[in-house]
């Protein structure tokens, strides 16, 4: 401490975010001594006064209010630590989603030299070609095909599909008209019980 400013050191690292969260545990350690030693020397101060020794109850007081002075700057600095912690790691987060941004942007355009405008050009045009081309050849087979043709077509399409459904064979013996009813099972009278004598 210096000329009644605390001195905080420089945090040394890339970033120092430990290194300010430990100056800000520390300051807050200080605050709490402080704030214990300014409850002793208000109490000293009473007792001082009681006993008749006015003037050191005084200086006692002055050094009470100079140390709550250096209470009142010590919390600016926990809170300007705090801002400083938070900043920094909202900065990391923006810092994290740039570069994101920078190898999304990477990916696009290796992607744009693999497609340039006129490949995809190139390629729609070929695809309507062949499109157009094969709706030709659809027109010219239909129009050259006769009634007889599709009548052919749909037979053949017909035994294909037979083919396909699998039916079972039909038996070639013949099957007997009427199935012969089993006759009744007769009760037969249960035994008697007798009692023994």
Known sequence: MRGGKLLLPVPAGPCGQEQLKQQRDKLRQYQKRISLNLERERALAGQLLR???????????KKKRYQEQLLDKTENQISNLERMVQDIEFTQIEMKVIEGLKIGNE?????????????????IGETQDAVEYQRQIDEILAGSLTEDDED??????????????????????????????????????????????
């Open 51 to 61: 006993e008749g020794r006015k003037e050191k109850a005084v200086l006692l007081l």
């Open 107 to 123: 990916c696009l355009n290796k992607m744009h030299q693999v497609m340039s405008i006129e490949e995809v050009e190139r390629i």
């Open 152 to 197: 052919a077509i749909l037979e053949e399409l017909n035994i294909i599909t037979q083919e396909q459904m699998e039916l079972p064979e039909v038996p070639s013996e013949p099957l007997p008209e009427k199935i012969p009813e089993a006759s009744p099972v007769k009760n037969r009278p249960k035994p008697e019980l007798v009692a023994a004598s």
